[in-house]
Nanobody, 125 residues
Framework: QLQLVESGGGLVQPGGSLRLSCAAS????????VGWFRQAPGKGREGVSC????????DYADSVKGRFTISRDNAKNTVYLQMNSLKPEDTGVYYC??????????????????WGQGTLVTVSS
């Protein structure tokens, strides 16, 4: 069974940092495009970052550029999202998704193969 499990969410003060993990089981993430998405209360799911399964290229939403970094560790079958200088508007449930038919995409609707269950990030003082 293909499965993604997110972890690393929690409560953090503005300006703080968190590292989210997206661990795969039942399949090898190596050649999958992986995206991170978030959903704030009352809002739709938006793309945060993505990483290619072919050349490792990355993309970021304008709102997180310079603050978030996506990376992958194929040996651990895991993709990470390092989040620095967090702001209250970064609050939401963060999901990762993977798809072997994509190069990489920030569009959540293009990820059809596997999604994680989400991890809650709350940025508040």
């Amino acid at each position: 069974q293909l499965q993604l499990v997110e972890s690393g969410g929690g409560l953090v003060q503005p300006g703080g940092s968190l590292r989210l993990s997206c661990a795969a089981s039942g399949f090898t993430l190596d050649y999958y495009a992986v995206g991170w998405f978030r959903q704030a209360p009352g809002k739709g799911r938006e793309g945060v970052s993505c990483i290619s399964g072919t050349d490792g290229s990355t993309d970021y939403a304008d709102s997180v550029k310079g603050r978030f970094t996506i990376s992958r560790d194929n040996a651990k079958n895991t993709v990470y999202l390092q989040m620095n200088s967090l702001k209250p508007e970064d609050t939401g449930v963060y999901y990762c998704a993977a798809d072997s038919h994509l190069i990489a995409s920030m569009n959540p609707y293009r990820y059809l193969e596997v999604w994680g269950q989400g991890t809650l990030v709350t940025v508040s003082s």
